[in-house]
T-cell receptor
């Protein structure tokens, strides 16, 4: 059974810092890897999608990488802003979605 | 733990028919449920937010008359794809929000794959 773990569970950084969120999965047989952000009381917002054949994707200040051989994905956020404060989820897709445990990020002004 | 189920897990239908997908929170009450869909090689996208006893809130670009959402109880939300067409073929997933001492947590259903012929 696929298990997806995110480290750290919570992270607090001062504004302007670069940061890395980690996602690890136990079964490398995933179709793709997605990163989402979740704001309180809201649905998920898709951030980046990495196809199985890809290694990374970039969107603005966000960069996500995927290493299937090691079962890891990272989300890099550059020059963090208070508006980045949210919970970040990764999800691997196989026969169904396997969501990670989430990282709660707080960016302090 | 918190479990969310979806039924059916797979559905194949003819173009023009309507398909109903159920989302249930099995061991908790969910005031809010979310519906998502994912087209092949695309990211999971939020379709609508469903609140018990009130009308659903749809995301921009999602036709509310085509995707009927009913959240009649605290444990059940249904998504009906009306007059389905092949372009509606997608993976539909729901999530349910559980309130806890440390805030709210979303729990996801296993998803429903819809194929419209």
């Amino acid at each position: 059974k696929q298990e997806v773990t995110q480290i750290p569970a919570a992270l607090s950084v001062p504004e302007g810092e670069n940061l890395v969120l980690n996602c690890s999965f136990t079964d490398s047989a995933i179709y793709n890897l997605q990163w989402f952000r979740q704001d309180p009381g809201k649905g998920l917002t898709s951030l980046l999608l990495i196809q199985s054949s890809q290694r990374e994707q970039t969107s603005g200040r966000l960069n996500a990488s995927l290493d299937k051989s090691s079962g890891r994905s990272t989300l890099y956020i550059a020059a963090s802003q208070p508006g980045d404060s949210a919970t970040y989820l990764c999800a691997g897709t196989g026969n169904q979605f396997y969501f990670g445990t989430g990282t709660s990020l707080t960016v302090i002004p | 733990g918190a479990v969310v189920s979806q039924h059916p897990s797979w559905v194949i239908c003819k173009s023009g028919t309507s398909v109903k997908i159920e989302c249930r929170s099995l061991d908790f009450q969910a005031t809010t449920m979310f519906w998502y869909r994912q087209f092949p090689k695309q990211s999971l996208m939020l379709m609508a937010t469903s609140n018990e006893g009130s009308k659903a809130t749809y995301e921009q670009g999602v036709e509310k008359d085509k995707f009927l959402i009913n959240h009649a109880s605290l444990t059940l939300s249904t998504l009906t794809v009306t007059s389905a067409h092949p372009e509606d073929s997608s993976f539909y997933i729901c999530s349910a929000t559980k309130a806890g001492a440390q805030g709210e947590t979303q729990y996801f259903g296993p998803g429903t794959r819809l194929l419209v012929l």
